[in-house]
C-alpha cells in the first residue's frame, strides 16, 4: 500500500476525535462508586501532550488523563493540576482506584492490552509454530545426564 491520505483514511491511520462513553466502577474507603465517563482514544495530539509534559517535567501520566478524559462534547473534565491535585490541596488528588480506573477505558477505547487472538498456534514451550516450521521437524532437546534431582545437604 502506498501510503496517501485516502489509503491512511480507509485503512485506520486517522483517530476520531468523538468521545466515547464508557462505565467505570471505583472505591473509595470501602464505599463502591460508578460513573459514565467519555473517552479520547489515543492520537497524535496525546503523543504531543505526553511529550510536552516531559519536556514540562510535568506528570505524563495525569497529562494523558487529563488530555482523555472529556465531558460529552469533548471538553477536558481536568486540568493536570485536578488529577494531580494542585488545583485543590483541600481535595488532594485523584484516588487510586479512580486513576486505575479511568487509565484502563483510556486503555479499552484506544485499543491497549492484548492483541486479538491469531492463527499462529503457541507451542508448549510458548514458541510459535506454523505449516512451514512444523513440516521442518521439531527440534529435539537433550535430556539431562542426570534423572535424579540433586539434593542439599542440610
Known amino acids: 500500500m502506498n501510503l496517501t491520505l485516502e489509503n491512511l483514511a480507509a485503512n485506520g491511520g486517522f483517530v476520531s476525535r468523538k468521545a466515547v462513553p464508557e462505565a467505570i466502577k471505583w472505591t473509595h474507603e470501602g464505599q463502591e462508586f460508578t460513573a459514565t ?9 496525546t503523543a504531543k501532550s505526553d511529550i510536552v ?16 478524559i472529556v465531558d460529552e462534547e469533548g471538553k477536558p473534565l481536568f486540568t493536570v493540576a485536578d488529577v494531580v491535585g494542585e488545583a485543590d490541596p ?7 482506584s479512580l486513576t486505575h480506573e479511568l487509565l484502563r477505558v483510556i486503555g479499552k477505547v484506544s485499543k491497549l492490552g492484548k492483541p486479538q487472538a491469531s492463527s499462529t498456534k ?10 512451514t516450521a512444523l513440516a521442518a521437524g521439531q527440534s529435539k532437546k537433550r535430556k539431562p545426564a542426570s534423572a535424579t534431582p540433586s539434593s542439599s545437604a542440610g
Open 90 to 96: 483541600e481535595r488532594g488528588p485523584l484516588s487510586n
Open 37 to 45: 465517563v467519555y473517552v479520547l482514544p489515543l492520537s497524535y495530539a
Open 53 to 68: 509534559a516531559t519536556q514540562l517535567k510535568s506528570d505524563p501520566i495525569a497529562a494523558r488523563i487529563a488530555h482523555c
Open 122 to 131: 503457541k507451542t508448549r514451550s510458548g514458541t510459535s509454530s506454523s505449516s
